[in-house]
């Protein structure tokens, strides 16, 4: 390497291989700028649709010019800076909070989700006059982006232009066609929300918004009338208290006297049952003994049959040889003669009736 003077300054001569070293960095360099710069393009030419999302196209000048009405879904777009626009909108429920506690919490310093928006409570004028304090939630969802980027605009304007502004009147005329008592009746507090979300959903449904819900969370009246109607539900309730009560006692003599007629009804059954007992027991007793009577009297006619049969063996033939035998074994043990049962002065013993006789 070496320097030459050419009266324009001083020249820098490398060698050919540092040349191509040279080279072949500047082309690195050059190389990565063009990706850089591509990928810097391809970035500013697109844009994310997440997944929760949804858009619609608007394009600012030439034949195309206007809100395109084609919805755009989740993924990256192709996007020309200067020359269209993708209006995102989330298509997933969202929630306006008229509440007064919210709203200080977030002036303190506090922060919700994009999708929560607070408001101030809605002050209602009830048809006597009175003033209630009513802390209400909507559900609502964008339905029709290109209603709203045609009609109010983009972004998350619509939020406070059109949701919050029409939610705070409408609701003040539904809710305010209650009397201040009418808040304390569960049904018709619901029904009056429900008329409420009905026109609510009328009036935004032009502006391509669609309410799902109008819960009202809390009520309190001004200082005057809650102590009046809390004294007065307090009465109402003493009341339902003592006729309750009342009625406890009723159901309570009315048990009573129920247990007492079943102890009664149980007892003459139990008594009915010991005389069928009673009774199922003398007839057992009753059959018993004549069972045994009639027994009885067959033994006693078995026997006398037999006495009687006997009394006829002893009449017919031969009847004085069982005679003999019966004297014989009557005779069993005792002293033994022999006497000559022949020739003169010869004994038979066997004739009773000579015997009888000699006796």
């Known amino acids: 390497m070496s320097d ?14 540092g040349r191509r070293m040279f080279g072949g960095i500047v082309g690195i360099a050059v190389l990565g700028m063009a990706v850089l710069a591509v990928l810097g393009g391809w970035i500013s030419l697109t844009q994310k649709v997440e997944s929760e999302e949804v858009a619609v196209r608007q394009v600012y000048f030439g034949p195309n010019k206007g809100v395109h009405t084609e919805l755009y879904g989740p993924g990256l777009h192709v996007v020309i800076p200067g020359y269209e626009k993708l209006h995102v909108f989330p298509r997933d429920l969202q929630v306006l909070d008229l509440n007064d506690g919210e709203v200080e919490w977030v ?16 002050r ?48 003040r005329q539904a809710l305010g066609r209650l009397d201040a008592e009418d808040f304390y009746d569960d049904h018709r507090r619901m029904v009056a929300a429900e008329n409420a979300r009905t026109d609510l959903q009328k009036d935004l449904a032009e502006w391509g918004v669609q309410v799902f819900a109008v819960l009202l969370r809390d009520y309190v009246y001004d200082a005057r009338y809650q102590e009046a109607i809390e004294q007065r539900k307090i009465q109402d309730q003493s009341v ?26 149980i007892a003459v059954e139990i008594e009915r049952g010991r005389s069928e007992v009673r009774k199922i027991n003398a007839d057992a007793d009753l059959y018993y ?3 045994l009577a009639e027994g009885d009297l067959q033994v006693a006619l ?7 049969l006997e009394n006829a063996a002893l009449q017919q033939a031969g ?3 069982m005679v003999g035998l019966k004297m014989a074994e009557a005779l069993d043990g005792t002293q ?4 000559s049962t022949t020739g003169p002065g010869s004994v038979n013993p066997l004739d009773l009736e000579r015997l009888i006789q000699g006796w």
């Open 336 to 339: 033994v003669i022999v006497v």
């Open 302 to 308: 078995a026997e006398a049959e037999g006495t009687r």
């Open 4 to 17: 030459k003077d050419t009266g324009r300054g001083v020249r820098l001569t490398l060698p050919a291989g």
């Open 124 to 171: 209602i004028q009830t048809s006597e006059g009175y003033q209630v304090t009513v802390d209400v939630t909507v559900l609502f969802r964008v339905v029709d982006p290109y209603a709203v980027v045609t009609k109010v605009g983009g972004g998350r304007i619509y939020e406070t232009k059109v949701v919050g502004r029409r939610a705070d009147k409408i609701l």
């Open 240 to 265: 339902f208290k003592n006729k309750a009560e009342a009625i406890a006692a009723s159901r309570e003599a009315e048990k009573n006297r129920t247990l007492a007629e079943g102890r009664a009804n």
């Open 107 to 122: 002036q303190s310093g506090g922060s919700f989700p994009e999708d929560y928006k607070v408001a101030p409570s809605i």
């Open 319 to 321: 009847a004085s040889n």
């Open 289 to 291: 003994r004549q069972r």
